[in-house]
């Protein structure tokens, strides 16, 4: 969401007031806390977000937002996390996942890209997440249960359009549901 806070060189912004060139800090590719500057700013509409609480942060994200996790070696994609997963973060503590759900509410998000080590920290935990790659092309997209407008990958909107995977994306939804939706 907007709001959502960045690390950045001296504190915090709000991922929403980021704009090409503000430096933000991040982790190189051997962990080391480094800097990088953003490329690329979006802004757009998800019919349906994840939740997720972490110690004493919840972050609202995308189906498709990637994290780091301790003792994983690549990254990991939000149907992967689980209860206890141990977010990476820049500080001494592990944010252990507490909660996951699926929100169904038309939600503004805010993506960034930033060069070099395409990752960067939010919230006051520091946590790493992955970055938007700005080269992939976006399809509009009108949902027509909610009537918003959405922005998808050109890729996923094919991969979305081929039958077996709307089967294994309507499994998907209805498995998070059911996991993670509060009661």
């Known amino acids: 969401v907007p709001t959502t806070l960045v690390k950045i060189p001296g504190g915090y912004s709000e991922i929403g007031a980021l704009k090409v060139g503000d430096s933000v800090i991040c982790t190189d590719s051997l962990g080391q806390i480094a800097q990088s500057k953003v490329t690329a700013t979006r802004r757009f509409i998800a019919a349906k977000t994840i939740c997720l609480s972490a110690g004493q942060e919840i972050i609202v994200t995308n189906l498709s937002?990637?994290?780091?996790?301790?003792?994983?070696?690549?990254?990991?994609?939000?149907?992967?996390?689980?209860?206890?997963?141990?977010?990476?973060?820049l500080q001494a503590t592990t944010p252990e996942i507490q909660s996951l759900w699926v929100q169904q509410l038309a939600t503004e998000l805010v993506a960034i890209s930033v060069?070099?080590?395409?990752?960067?920290?939010v919230t006051k935990s520091d946590i790493v997440v992955h970055n938007l790659t700005p080269a992939i092309a976006t399809y509009a997209a009108?949902?027509?249960?909610?009537?918003v407008m959405v922005w998808l990958s050109l890729e996923f909107y094919h991969w979305l359009r081929h039958p077996q995977q709307q089967t294994i994306v309507a499994n998907l939804e209805h498995r998070l549901e059911k996991q993670y939706n509060r009661e």
């Open 65 to 89: 937002q990637p994290f780091f996790c301790y003792g994983m070696e690549k990254l990991v994609n939000i149907e992967t996390l689980s209860l206890s997963s141990q977010l990476q973060s």
């Open 115 to 121: 060069e070099l080590h395409q990752n960067y920290c």
């Open 142 to 147: 009108l949902d027509v249960a909610t009537g």
